[in-house]
């Protein structure tokens, strides 16, 4: 399950699938202010019911990879949705134009969602680690 919801955001960026959906929900739902990107609504719906099929999973982890994990589904979340409710405030207050504050939004924007992957991503090297003592890749080299 969870491959398959990576594998659909892997997705949504390259194809810019949410930023296609805001403007049919903006329109539909007469959005403004921090709902002004309204894909935020059906993607925040869908985050909020993963979260609640991932929590017996997550809450059978250790302690120390539960939090980390925790902490990353967090930064990642805060930065997707958070900030960008945030940014189409203030780009819908600038009557639809970009500026510095909307550039320095977005960069941290994109930096809590990166910190947030790398922190996931190490959290379950941990959990590999703990769970089947680690693994090994061996590269070797074939001759011609």
């Given at each position: 399950m969870f491959t398959v919801i990576f594998l659909f955001l892997a997705c949504d960026e390259f194809c810019?699938?949410?930023?296609n959906l805001s403007e049919p929900f903006h329109i539909l739902l007469n959005t403004s202010g921090?709902?002004?990107?309204?894909?935020?609504?059906p993607y925040g719906l869908a985050?909020?019911?993963i979260l609640l099929f991932a929590?017996?999973?997550?809450?059978?982890m250790p302690s120390k990879i539960k939090i980390n994990i925790a902490l990353a589904?967090?930064?990642f979340l805060m930065g997707a949705v958070g900030?960008?409710?945030?940014?189409?405030?203030?780009y819908e207050m600038l009557g639809d134009q970009l500026d510095l504050g909307c550039g320095i939004l977005a960069t941290i924007e994109e930096s809590l969602e990166m910190f947030g992957l790398v922190l996931l991503i190490y959290s379950l090297f941990a959990l590999i680690e703990e769970e089947y003592e680690?693994?090994?890749?061996?590269?070797?080299?074939?001759?011609?």
């Open positions: 810019e699938i949410h930023e921090i709902l002004y990107y309204a894909w935020v609504i985050a909020f019911i929590f017996p999973l997550w809450w059978k589904a967090f930064l900030l960008e409710m945030l940014g189409g405030q203030r680690g693994i090994v890749i061996r590269i070797t080299r074939k001759e011609l």
